[in-house]
């Protein structure tokens, strides 16, 4: 019984290392059929990211001291108003 066991074992795990490499196989197809970013476009790429992302950040920067001064000039009209 122990013999039939081992053998039925056997034919277990060779239909699933047959899967596993048919899988592997799918994926290095797949692979093939992506259509890779040539270097150029990554650099323009980067250039727009990182000059949007200077912008962006100079925009809160310029909004941040705008509401800075806002305030500023609020607490001075509070302080002549009511002391």
């Known amino acids: 019984m122990t013999v039939m066991n081992v053998h039925d ?3 277990q795990k060779a239909p699933s290392m047959k899967k596993a490499y048919q899988f592997f196989e799918n994926v290095k ?3 093939h059929k992506i259509q ?3 270097g150029e476009e990554v ?3 980067a250039k727009v990211i990182v000059f949007a992302t200077f912008i962006l ?3 809160i920067y310029f909004a ?3 509401i800075q001064k806002t305030l500023v000039v609020v607490d001075m009209i509070f ?3 009511f002391g």
Request: glycine share 4%.
């Open 29 to 31: 197809e797949e692979f």
């Open 43 to 45: 650099k323009v790429y």
């Open 9 to 11: 074992k056997r034919e």
């Open 79 to 81: 302080r002549l108003l």
């Open 57 to 59: 950040g100079m925009a």
């Open 64 to 66: 941040d001291l705008i």
């Open 36 to 38: 890779w970013t040539d």
